[in-house]
């Protein structure tokens, strides 16, 4: 485990970068929740867990699993080599 | 059958089925685990699916359902989503409901 936690203030950079460009985001925090899980058998694989929360007008109109499915693909690859979980909150202006 | 035969199979054989890190006794998963008491608090049914000791489905599911991540919600064939999406249902009711209905119609 040790050497992955290390990674993750240029993950968040690099997810901060992607989903700018995707989404236009009004407000965009995201948060390394690795150390919740730390030892579990989900984060041996050495992959950080971060919770994200979006604010875009970008998501109007969709169901949250939609809106999900759009977050997953705009980070594309890195759900795969650097994201294990992510906790996503992904609203509209309308809806603060 | 294939291993996406094999997932369409399941989701529509089941109302209410659920993906996810070991068995609603033993959860493997924090998130897994979240979920099965969501289920379990609006009283649903549901069948369960441990994608840890089936490595093709925790392989092919994803691209099935364009979604990368465990546990994975489908209620009568349709992903609802994951942890997440899944405890906004139920604090919203709509959980319960949804169970209800997909239970009715099996």
């Known amino acids: ?96 | 059958m294939n291993t996406e035969e094999r997932i369409k199979k399941i989701v529509d054989d089941n109302p209410i089925v659920l993906f996810m890190k070991g068995t609603p006794q033993f959860p493997m998963c924090g998130f897994s685990s979240r979920t099965v008491q969501a289920l379990k608090s609006c009283g649903a049914q549901f069948a369960s699916v441990n994608v840890l000791e089936d490595p093709d489905i925790r392989a092919n599911l994803p691209r099935y359902s364009n979604w990368p991540t465990f546990p994975q919600l489908f209620i009568n064939g349709e992903l609802i989503g994951g942890c997440d999406i899944t405890l906004e249902l139920q604090e919203s009711g709509e959980l319960a409901r949804m169970a209800k209905e997909a239970q009715k119609a099996a």
Do not use: C, W
């Not at chain 1, 993950?11 to 970068?17: F, G, L, N, S, T």
């Not at chain 1, 989900?42 to 992959?47: L, P, S, T, W, Y």
């Not at chain 1, 994201?83 to 509209?92: D, F, G, P, V």
């Open chain 1, 1 to 96: 485990m040790t050497g992955a936690v290390e990674l993750n203030p240029a993950r968040i950079a690099r997810m901060r970068e992607l989903l700018t460009a995707e989404f236009s985001p009004l407000q965009l925090d995201i948060v390394d929740e690795s150390h919740k899980h730390a030892g579990h058998a989900g984060a041996r694989d050495g992959r950080g867990h971060f919770r994200v929360r979006i604010l875009a007008a970008a998501f109007a109109g969709l169901s949250p699993v939609k809106r999900h499915q759009r977050v997953y693909a705009a980070l594309g690859a890195m759900m795969q080599t650097d994201i294990h979980a992510l906790a996503l909150e992904t609203r509209t202006p309308d809806e603060t």
